[in-house]
């Protein structure tokens, strides 16, 4: 039966059967992803040739603690920018978090706490305090109606001024000597704060793509009214979403803690431009509704790349800025071309 | 489908403001199981936020809503489809990101068997099935269901929209101008929905100004204009010129009834 042809009749009109064999791999190569990993690939086959000894466990080591803090907030501006939101302030959360840790730390130690306890109630106070600035980013957005960009650039404004008005500026250490212990790696370049990271990011990526949450994340930032109208509580949703954000910035800013045996108030300063650089560059669209976490994990590695190549092959690694800028914009361009090829106007 | 006389969905004396603007001026209206109501009127006239009022997207300032005689309030729009009344919005209630199955199940998502399910996963083939089955049996014939929803064209995006409301319809649907982007063929099988619901018992509320289909498929229509109900009668009352004259003011007298 067919009461509304409208399909039927439409489809036999407007869409191809199967793409013809060139368009489809027209279709791959401007895949983003596609792209993305051959360029990841092409930058470290060309560090290796100018030094061989980028290609070494030691040097990927080192970027992967690189890469720890920046993919930790680079999920959370996921969330958050596939929510048609934005979250400025996951680079002052985690340099806050890791302050406030530092501190928790400082006087359990000097209680004369055991190092294991102490950095397992510090990775728990760094997780309360992120949390505690995204929910104070939901409050900012449900309530009192700021759009997302203002809200969290007054907590970035907030949680920064906190940590250097607390800290004077000085990293906070006489922690837990046992921390930096805990960096160095043992499974081929791996250390264990680096192990929970990769765990971490497979998890956020199957709740991306495949659970409830994901799915209103995606449909939030695709059109709230639709996601309102279809009965989603989008207001619990979004506070969720920003304290997920929250809480992945308090674990960045103990995976840093960890890895320089202290906290620094300035630690995360100018890292949610990283973060967000990462997330573009992986595909995820500003407007909302639109990436992949896969996208992400290689656009963050490719921003970890660059610096610790830069400095391997002897340019001065203030480049790094050029490099990333020149990324982000071929990203964009790239973006939009896909988009005018494939898709039509939302 | 015999028409039942009880009332089962209701508004009493609805008004609703934006700022200074008076979008419903104590709007009462009813619809019976098996009974399609037009509601009719120029822009502006306050069609579509007495929709949004019905379906809980929003909260009138006053007035009552009754649901088979009794008093209710929706919170949001997730109370109303709890209680069966199904809405297709004027502007797309579709996420165009989300593939059309998605958009079928949208917050009524089927979660997967076992342990899986209560940690929040989803079962997305069972989804793309269902989806595909619920809008044949619509007679929506959508290829894929797992395509997103921002590659269809204008009308088969409305025919999705359209038959997942039909599919989850269990008591009331509201159709707030289902045939626009829709060539006149489509726009006859949009009739054929409506008649079909209608024939399964749902309350039907259909808006349109194409005229022509209002006389064909209802069996009351109601005339809003500036915010206030001016006729409320049989359809067969009317033909299209004393319709017209009734929406633009130019026949001030209701129809006998
Ligand atoms: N979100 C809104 N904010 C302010 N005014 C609105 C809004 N929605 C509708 N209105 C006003 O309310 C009145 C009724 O609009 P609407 O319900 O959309 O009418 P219709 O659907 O009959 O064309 C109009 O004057 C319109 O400008
Ligand atoms: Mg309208």
């Known amino acids: 039966m067919a009461i509304l042809g409208i399909a039927t009749t439409e489809l036999t009109q407007t869409v191809a059967p199967v793409p013809p064999r060139n368009r489809r791999i027209k279709d791959l190569l401007l895949n983003q992803q596609t792209i993305l990993f051959l360029v990841l690939v092409a930058m470290v086959v060309v560090f290796t040739v100018l030094d061989p000894i980028f290609f070494s466990v030691g040097v990927f080591g080192n970027i992967l603690l690189d890469w720890g803090p920046i993919i930790l907030i680079a999920i959370a501006e996921t969330f958050v920018v596939i929510s048609g939101g934005i979250d400025l302030s996951v680079g002052a959360n985690l340099g806050f978090s890791g302050v406030i840790a530092a501190y928790a730390m400082k006087s359990l130690i000097a209680a004369g706490i055991d190092d294991a306890t102490t950095i397992f109630l510090g990775l728990l106070v760094a997780a309360a305090t992120g949390m505690f600035v995204g929910y104070v980013n939901a409050l900012l957005i449900n309530r009192a109606k700021l759009v997302p960009f203002i809200a969290t650039l007054a907590t970035l404004g907030a949680a920064g001024g906190m940590s250097i008005v607390l800290t004077g500026g000085a990293p906070i250490g006489e922690g837990p000597e046992s921390a930096i212990a805990l960096s160095v790696p043992w499974l081929g370049p791996l250390s264990w704060p680096g192990i929970v990271v990769v765990v971490i990011v497979i998890i956020a990526g199957l709740y991306l793509h495949k659970s409830r949450f994901g799915r209103y994340t995606y449909a939030i930032g695709s059109n709230s009214f639709a996601a309102l109208a279809a009965g989603i509580n989008v207001k619990l949703h979004l506070t969720r979403i920003y304290l997920l954000s929250g809480l992945l910035s308090g674990l960045a800013g103990m995976f840093l803690y960890i890895r320089l045996g202290s906290g620094a108030p300035t630690s995360g300063t100018g890292n949610e431009l990283v973060a967000i650089a990462a997330v573009v560059i992986g595909g995820v669209a500003l407007a909302g509704g639109v990436g992949r976490m896969s996208g992400v994990v290689i656009g963050s590695l490719i921003l970890a790349v660059v610096p610790s190549g830069l400095i391997i092959i002897g340019i001065e690694p203030n480049w790094k800025q050029v490099v990333i800028a020149f990324l982000i914009a071929a990203a964009v361009s790239l973006q939009a071309l896909r988009t005018s090829s494939t898709r039509r106007s939302k | ?257």
């Open chain 2, 1 to 257: 489908m015999t028409t039942n006389d009880a009332p089962l969905y209701e508004v009493r004396n609805i008004s609703k403001s934006y700022g200074s603007v008076v979008a419903l001026d104590g709007v009462s209206l009813s619809v019976r199981a098996g009974e399609v109501i037009g509601l009719v009127g120029d822009n502006g006239a306050g069609k579509s936020t007495l929709v949004k009022a019905l379906s809980g997207a929003h909260q009138p300032d006053t007035g009552e809503i009754l649901l088979d005689g009794e008093a209710r309030r929706w919170k949001s729009p997730h109370n109303a489809l709890e209680a069966g009344i199904e809405t297709l919005y004027q502007d797309s209630s579709l996420a165009p990101d989300l593939s059309v199955s998605s958009n079928v199940f949208l917050g009524r998502e089927i979660p997967s068997r076992g342990i899986l399910g209560k940690l929040g996963f989803l079962a997305q083939k069972q989804m793309d099935n269902e989806a595909h089955a619920d809008l044949e049996r619509v007679g929506i014939a959508v290829p894929a269901s797992n395509r997103p929803v921002s590659q269809l064209s204008g009308g088969q995006r409305q025919a999705v929209a359209i038959g997942r409301a039909v599919s989850w319809a269990r008591k009331v649907i509201i159709l707030d101008e289902p045939t626009n982007h829709l060539g006149a063929r489509q726009a006859k099988e949009v009739l054929e929905v409506i008649r079909a619901a209608k024939a399964k018992g749902l309350g039907v509320i259909f808006i349109s100004h194409t005229l022509p289909h209002i006389l064909e498929v209802t069996d009351r229509i109601v005339v809003l204009r500036l915010g206030k109900v001016v006729c409320d009668a049989p359809t067969s009352d009317f033909n299209v010129d004393t319709l017209l004259g009734t929406i633009t003011g130019l026949i001030t007298t209701a129809p006998a009834e």
